[in-house]
């Protein structure tokens, strides 16, 4: 007799990518479970309701021209795409050690400022022209460009110091590794899989927000899946094999199956004992790891900072690395990983006056009277251990060509398996492993 399947296929995680994994492998004719640590499904997009009724999000917000997967995605769901943030009257702000600046570019730059920034945009995109985002191991200077930090590239190429600043301020912005711990390689790649192939911008990686919020994207999911996502059910042993796998859960339950996808980001994943595949997998894997991050979330009785001429987007080399309005008089922040261990040495009282401070230096005495503030530590989740996807110089090499490939019968995905992370690569990068499984059988 052979052994009783509890599925088809186990999917562990139900963030974005595990299920629109299960979501493609159900359509397809399988029958999955998908086994969830959290009380909730989502990871990194989650969202809750204030009193009046605004929707907050306190994890992924938006995409952008590029992100074709997950566009289609929302329009399966029914969901809407609005313009995000850009769309927000006002100009940019600047927030640094010394002054605090307003305008659409770096109001430190002088003439020559300028044309460096055009040049190193120029070379950037004809770089990353010659990296194919799928495959950047073939590149014939793969190795150099891996073990190049992005601001050894920029020195080398004469970038000026106001350039130079600019770029570790838009780093900080974007709560990434900074320039000197980020690969030259993986930014390329990164940058290849837009239309412009230049740095980054707001237009390919931001301009827009689903209309439902962000988080109902995986609720939407997690409703047509139904009784087949299990939540508070962490898994902590995965074992593949031709003739039959198994994942356990920490209650101990053993649950049988065809198949498993994982789809836990790379922190948690190093804690599930993984047996069955090679140990070159198991490497590959292992030698991913995340920029860590915070996010602080401010909501106010209305869009102040319109009052003196901003958007309420910044840049800054304060503890919060960024702000910009998520919708509704709402102002998003991220604390960047270089600034992480600073921000979580303080007590939480004074972390929220602090950054309420820092939010007043930006925009003046009203960001001081939120009426509710939010806050959620991703790099400490013990289900995230991080934020998004750092490569720094070494890495893209060091992962290897594994990256975003399966060994059947266990199969990865997660924003972790493409080229940067972002709510594009859970999408993109579960509905593939959906597609290798059917394949497969
Ligand atoms: C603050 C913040 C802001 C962001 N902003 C943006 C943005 O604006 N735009 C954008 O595109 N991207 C953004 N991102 C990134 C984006 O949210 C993520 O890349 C994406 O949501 C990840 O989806 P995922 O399914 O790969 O992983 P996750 O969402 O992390 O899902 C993994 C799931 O696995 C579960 N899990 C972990 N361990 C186990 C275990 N042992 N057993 C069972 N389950 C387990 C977790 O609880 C989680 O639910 C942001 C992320 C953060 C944190």
Not at 116 to 139: C, K, N, Q, Y
Request: glycine content about 10%; proline content about 6%; overall charge negative.
């Amino acid at each position: 007799m052979s052994t009783p399947m509890s599925a088809d296929v186990v999917v562990v995680g139900a963030g974005l990518a595990g299920l629109a994994a299960a979501r493609d492998l159900s359509d397809g004719g399988a029958d999955v479970l998908v086994v969830e640590a959290r009380p909730r499904v989502g990871g990194r997009v989650e969202q809750v309701r204030q009193p009046d009724g605004r929707l907050v999000q306190l994890g992924g917000e938006v995409i952008g021209n590029s992100h074709t997967a997950y566009q289609q995605l929302v329009a399966e769901l029914g969901l809407s795409l609005v313009p995000s943030y850009v769309a927000e009257p006002g100009e940019l702000t600047y927030a640094l050690h010394e002054a605090v600046y307003v305008g659409s570019s770096p109001p430190w730059f002088s003439a020559a400022d300028h044309d460096s920034m055009a040049r190193i945009e120029e070379r950037f995109a004809g770089l990353a022209a010659t990296v194919d985002p799928d495959d950047p191991w073939r590149h014939p200077d793969a190795a150099a460009l891996d073990h190049t930090s992005v601001r050894q590239w920029l020195v080398a190429e004469q970038a000026t110091p106001p350039v130079l600043r600019a770029l570790e301020v838009a780093q900080l912005g974007l709560s990434a590794g900074s320039l000197e711990r980020t690969s030259l390689l993986a930014l390329l790649r990164k940058c290849a899989t837009t239309e412009s192939h230049g740095l980054y911008s707001y237009a390919e990686w931001e301009n827009l927000r689903v209309a439902e919020g962000s988080a109902t994207v995986a609720l939407r999911m997690a409703e047509e899946l139904g009784d087949r996502v299990r939540c508070s059910a962490p898994a902590r042993a995965i074992k593949a094999s031709a003739g039959g796998c198994s994942v356990q859960l920490d209650s101990g339950e053993l649950l049988h199956c065809a198949a498993v996808v994982s789809a836990v980001p790379a922190g948690p994943f190093r804690d599930i004992e993984t047996s069955g595949v090679s140990d070159a997998r198991l490497e590959s894997l292992h030698r991913q790891r995340h920029a860590l991050a915070a996010k602080f979330v401010a909501a106010y009785p209305r869009p102040f900072w319109r009052d003196r001429g901003q958007s309420g987007l910044s840049e800054s080399e304060g503890i919060l690395g960024s702000s910009w309005p998520q919708g509704e008089a709402v102002l998003s922040t991220l604390v960047p990983p270089e600034r992480l261990a600073a921000y979580v040495s303080t007590d939480p009282r004074f972390r929220r006056t602090e950054a309420l401070a820092e939010l007043a230096r930006w925009f003046g005495p009203e960001a001081r009277e939120p009426v509710a503030t939010y806050e959620r530590l991703w790099g400490t989740d013990p289900w995230t251990q991080g934020y998004i996807t750092q490569w720094r110089p070494g890495d893209v090499l060091a992962v290897g060509p594994l990256h975003g490939t399966h060994e059947p019968p266990l199969y990865v995905c997660g924003s972790d398996q493409w080229v940067a992370g972002y709510m594009e690569g859970a999408v993109r990068t579960g509905r593939a492993a959906a597609r290798a499984a059917l394949q497969h059988g």
